[in-house]
């Protein structure tokens, strides 16, 4: 058996995704996702024009031996342009392996080590009563967990607060700019989750993303504040290269940590990990290397009682999302998978046999990853250019969005 086809379909059915689709010479096919948020036609580049054209011939079972090929082979290694472009390779091989196997991805990797993966849900709200409003619905919806982000006040463009509606950060021809107050934020953010607990008891599961905007004094402090009310954890406090930051927090709060949605390798979250800096680590399938590498960083983990929350919102596409689903079943570390719905028009684009009930997902039974891309359907939502915002601080400077 030989890779015969490698083929980039890019696609805007509700928002911009990328997939790589792979042919081998008996007809068999396998998809990963190449989505990079606002970066996505850099990765269809680096894939028709770098990588597809090496994949033709190759052995589609020798999945560790082509994941060191593209990584060692390119010479310049890393980034997240490279790493999406050879997680989408490995999944791929990964879908073709379970076809031939005739088994789904998961029992590859050792079978299901629970039933269910629990998912979290998104909740926004330009004020605090709308969010929890919005909590309601989630929890009427079956959610366990759910994320909570709120309009500050005083602050226009909050982060994970959309424009009515589902929340999608990217769009326009150019970056929107937005504005951010950290003084504001640290005084009203606490005040949200004491509303919360007194209106959804202790039980709800409940998470923030701080989007990586503090410095390591400043999350101390909010972790700190958000002691009483139990969060499930404060995720990306601050950008997850700064190690020192991340020890820093550890010495003054008990709320837990997650971080890792921007890191590509297990090279850059090693110290985050052995030193136990953190308590959940989100990267993710799309942009960590594929299934191959996703999984040596979970191992890692394991040895250290780190558990997983791999990133998954609506910029990762089906594909993403179910290969995603694979792994969290049969890892034995896992915590918690992100999960925002995917417009109706990117399930006609993208059928898949993954499923959500009662809070909990399960990738289904179908050989492979259980999800495919129809090339017809993706053809009638070409590309729309989307960015994700900017922020500034209120004297113009340039901030962590």
């Avoid at 083929?7 to 059915?13: A, E, F, L, Q």
């Avoid at 990586?212 to 954890?233: M, Q, S, V």
């Avoid at 003054?252 to 921007?262: D, Q």
């Avoid at 179910?322 to 915590?335: K, R, S, T, W, Y």
């Amino acid at each position: 058996m030989k890779i015969a086809e490698a083929r980039v379909v890019v696609t805007c059915p509700g928002r911009n995704f990328v997939a790589l689709k792979l042919v081998t010479d008996d007809g068999v096919t396998g998809v990963g996702d190449a989505t990079l948020n606002g970066r996505e036609l850099a990765v269809a580049a680096y894939l028709r024009e770098h990588v597809c054209p090496l994949l033709l011939g190759r052995d589609p079972h020798r999945i560790g031996d082509t994941w060191q090929y593209l990584y060692k082979g390119g010479y310049w290694r890393d980034g997240p342009v490279t790493m999406t472009a050879i997680s989408a390779v490995d999944t791929a091989l990964w879908d073709i392996k379970g076809k031939v196997a005739g088994l789904p991805v998961y029992q590859l990797l050792g079978g299901a080590a629970r039933s269910g993966v629990l998912g979290y849900a998104h909740a926004n709200g330009a004020t605090t009563a709308e969010a929890l409003d919005d909590v309601a619905r989630q929890v009427a919806d079956g959610y366990r967990a759910v994320r909570i982000q709120v309009a500050v006040p005083g602050v226009e463009g909050t982060y994970g607060v959309g424009h009515g509606g589902h929340y999608e950060p990217a769009h326009g021809a150019a970056p929107e700019e937005t504005t951010w107050s950290t003084e504001r934020y640290l005084s009203f953010i606490p005040s949200v989750f004491e509303a919360a607990r007194e209106r959804f008891g202790p039980d709800l599961r409940l998470l923030h993303d701080v989007h990586h905007r503090l410095t390591g004094i400043e999350a101390a402090r909010l972790g700190k504040a958000l002691e009483p009310y139990g969060l499930f954890w404060m995720e990306d406090p601050l950008p997850a290269e700064n190690v020192d930051a991340f020890r820093l927090i550890r010495q003054h709060t008990t709320t837990p940590i997650a971080t890792g949605e921007v890191v590509t390798s297990i090279w850059h979250c090693r110290d985050l990990i052995t030193e136990q800096l953190v308590d959940y680590v989100r990267t993710s399938v799309t942009h960590a290397g594929g299934i191959t590498h996703l999984r040596r960083i979970f191992d890692l983990a394991d040895l250290y009682r780190i558990r997983t929350g791999s990133h998954g919102p609506s910029d990762s596409s089906p594909v993403g999302l179910a290969a995603a689903l694979h792994v969290d079943l049969a890892v034995p570390n896992f915590g918690i998978q992100e999960h925002m719905r995917h417009p109706t028009e990117a399930d006609e684009v993208f059928p898949h046999a993954y499923r959500y009930a009662d809070g909990y997902l399960h990738p289904g039974d179908e050989p492979g990853l259980g999800v495919d891309v129809d090339e017809d359907a993706a053809a009638r939502f070409p590309y729309r250019p989307a960015y994700l915002p900017v922020a500034r601080l209120h004297d113009g400077t340039l901030h962590d969005w």
